[in-house]
């Protein structure tokens, strides 16, 4: 769906006119869907949430020195209800599994998950009875960071490829 954003003087077809340094907006011309994905990729905000070493680095990325507000991120959310980027910092014990897939399921949509580090991604050097091999045998993961723990600016790269992928999102966050 096409978008047509224009100032009362030059009107939304005001291309031919001169443009007038008034300090008016202008217009702009866009879909729908890259509006909104514009707006979400650069608002996600993340879930206050940790499971082990990996989240002592999650924390890090807010502070001053790494800075996560760069991306619009630094509202990590002490609701499911008003998040809607799920990290996943740690490992996943069995125990915990269905008390993460709970507060999955009560984030709002549209939502996505970022597994962090090993343990998060693959089980890590937990190959055992306990711990789940990795998050993605339960959630859809969008986006894996790799290390053990990742640094801050690696989850940073993650958020990075998260916001190319929402920006290419067609259906509007819709998953099949
Ligand atoms: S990947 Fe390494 S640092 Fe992260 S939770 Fe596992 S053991 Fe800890």
Partial sequence: ??????????GALGGTQAHAKDGSAGFAL????????WGRANSVWPLTFGLACCAIEQIS??????????FGSEVFRASPRQAD?????????????????????????PKWVIAMGDCASCGGPFNNYAIVQGVDKMLPVDVYVPGCPPRPEALFYAIDKLREKIKAEEKLGVRE
Avoid: C, H, T, W
Wanted: proline fraction near 4%; charged fraction near 25%; avoid cysteine.
């Fill in 1 to 10: 769906m096409g978008v047509a954003v224009g100032s009362p003087q030059q």
């Fill in 30 to 37: 866009a879909k729908l869907e890259e509006l909104v994905n």
């Fill in 61 to 70: 990325a807010a502070a001053s020195r790494f800075d996560i507000a760069r």
């Fill in 85 to 109: 980027l799920l990290i996943v910092s740690g490992r996943v014990s069995n125990k915990m599994a269905p008390v993460i897939k709970r507060i999955y399921d009560q984030m709002s949509d």
